[in-house]
């Protein structure tokens, strides 16, 4: 059998995690809004029309900020299409998804349903066909308690309290020929700058995102985040990064490796983001918003995937249908997202419902986990607290990873450990969370942890996400296939946790210390 070890010890930490690395992502894209979280007349909607079955699936999913409308959607929206009447409001089309945006739900809705679901609202503000000033009127209506024509609006639509939203995104992918009114990097962070300014005049306790590459494989990756974070370094307190892992190859042990890439993507922005701190003496440090993640690949490409003709509203598009192979990708993200603590200070799973989601709904009728749902599930509910620092000797292998750019073939050579592990301490150092991926796809491993300066350490919860079918998928009729199983087997003794993980597998091992 395959061994590995761990070494770790309480008090040599990485960092905390911030609770907005359990963030996920709502878009104004297909059926994520409507017949996702909003369905009038579905038999589980409340007066507000949110979907109960979905809300409840939101809850034991526990994301903690959720951003919003976009994504693609956000560059050519006009936030004022989404407020007010809604039977005043226009329906349009939208050109990131050709579509057809009716707007009865907008900005006010989506944050009654943030309430309704305990989440952070986190807003993007569209930087493609506006700019500063319809951003700093969305501040205003959003965040202003009275007396001037925006907030004043906002309480005639209904809301009379500010609704105090602290995160904003400037602008989405601003560097992809996709987006509208796609801009260079010195363009954009001109644009973002001043929108920056305007926004936090009007509300100076807003912390600010600024658009990083929307890839590493972007050809202006590296030098975009130099150039925007030198225009916008004293005005925002984050960049974004957003990464999809893939399987177009149909090579899984190369899509399990890839996890691996984000950890090189996130030490290479955090370099550029402290050079430019560095050329200016600053000490000040830009943290890393990882605002889209997720496994997309069979919805996404050829372009004539993601497109229905005749511009229909809510489209069924991007309903990536998730396998067991995709959910151990996701956890190796997972993964990468944890072990990266210190600067990764907020992460949006994209997206929740219906699209790229771990929610699925039937339009009318249920709505289920997909496999993606649990790793997520597990992180939000056990990643709080310090990660620690491990040494991990495992075997490893060679991965050649594809991720296409453009019309170009890439390939990115990987060596990955076999074993991929997250280790975080909570509840100052009374509980010891595991969180491992077993990525050798045909053995099991036995993995040994020597746990230092945790004292008296007992098993309260082991789990495992594996299938004997790798492409083995959850759905309306089976929607448990895929779920969380008993692992057996686990010792603690003399400060070392021994367990045996099968092949392709997550595993979460939760240690409680009654010291
Ligand atoms: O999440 C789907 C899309 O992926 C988003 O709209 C965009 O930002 C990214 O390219």
Excluded at 12 to 24: E, K, N, V, W
Excluded at 40 to 68: Q, S, W
Aim: neutral net charge.
């Amino acid at each position: 059998m395959r061994k590995a070890k761990v070494l770790l010890d309480r008090d040599f930490t990485i960092g905390r995690t911030d609770p907005r690395l359990f963030g996920a992502f709502i878009e104004h894209l297909g059926r994520c809004v409507y017949g996702g979280i909003y369905e009038p007349g579905h038999k589980t909607a409340d007066k507000n029309g949110f979907r109960g079955d979905v809300l409840a699936l939101v809850r034991e999913l526990a994301p903690t900020i959720m951003r919003y409308p976009g994504g693609n959607f956000v560059s050519g929206y006009n936030w004022e299409d989404g407020v007010g009447p809604v039977k005043d409001r226009p329906a349009r089309l939208d050109l990131a998804w050709f579509s057809t945006e009716p707007n009865t739900f907008g900005t006010n809705e989506f944050v009654d349903w943030c309430k309704a679901a305990n989440i952070e609202p986190m807003l993007a503000v569209n930087l493609g066909t506006r700019g500063g000033d319809a951003a700093r009127n969305l501040v205003e209506y959003c965040n202003h308690p009275g007396g001037t024509y925006y907030s004043d609006l906002r309480k005639k639509h209904g809301w009379p309290k500010p609704h105090e939203i602290k995160f904003w995104c400037l602008g989405n992918e601003m560097d992809g020929p996709w987006q509208m009114e796609t801009k260079t990097a010195r363009q954009y962070g001109a644009v973002a700058r001043e929108a920056a300014k305007m926004m936090r005049w009007i509300d100076p306790s807003i912390e600010l995102a600024a658009c990083g590459s929307s890839g590493r494989t972007m050809p202006t990756y590296g030098k975009w985040e130099e150039e925007v974070l030198d225009e916008t370094f004293e005005h925002v307190e984050f960049i974004s990064l957003h990464t999809y892992l893939n399987n177009y190859n149909g090579d899984t042990a190369a899509m399990l490796a890839s996890p691996d890439l984000m950890d090189s993507f996130i030490d290479e922005v955090v370099a550029i983001a402290d050079s430019v701190s560095a050329r200016r003496r600053s000490p000040k440090r830009i943290m890393l918003s990882f605002d889209e993640w997720n496994v997309w690949y069979r919805t996404r490409r050829p372009r004539a995937n993601r497109i229905k003709p005749g511009w229909p509203v809510a489209p069924e598009i991007l309903e990536e249908i998730y396998d067991m192979a995709d959910a151990l990708a996701f956890g190796g993200a997972c993964i990468s997202l944890l072990n990266h603590a210190d600067r990764v200070k907020a992460a949006c799973l994209a997206q929740l419902v219906n699209v790229i989601a771990p929610i699925m709904t039937e339009t009318g009728g249920p709505a289920w986990r997909q496999t993606i749902f649990h790793p997520f599930a597990q992180m939000s509910r056990y990643g709080r607290g310090d990660v620690l620092r491990t040494r991990i000797e495992s075997d490893i292998y060679d991965a050649s990873y594809y991720d296409p750019r453009g019309d170009q073939d890439i390939y990115y050579p990987v060596k990955a450990p076999y074993l991929k592990l997250s280790a975080v301490a909570g509840e100052g150092g009374k509980s010891l969370t595991l969180f491992a991926l077993n990525r050798d796809l045909k053995g099991e491993m036995q993995v040994q942890v020597d746990v230092r300066g945790f004292g008296g350490l007992k098993v309260a919860v082991a789990e495992e996400l594996r299938h004997d079918k790798l492409d083995a998928v959850n759905d309306k009729n089976a929607p448990d296939r895929v779920s969380p199983q008993r692992l057996d087997g686990i010792s603690v003794a003399d400060g070392t946790v021994t367990m045996t993980l099968k092949p392709a597998s997550w595993n979460v091992i939760r240690l409680e210390s009654s010291k």
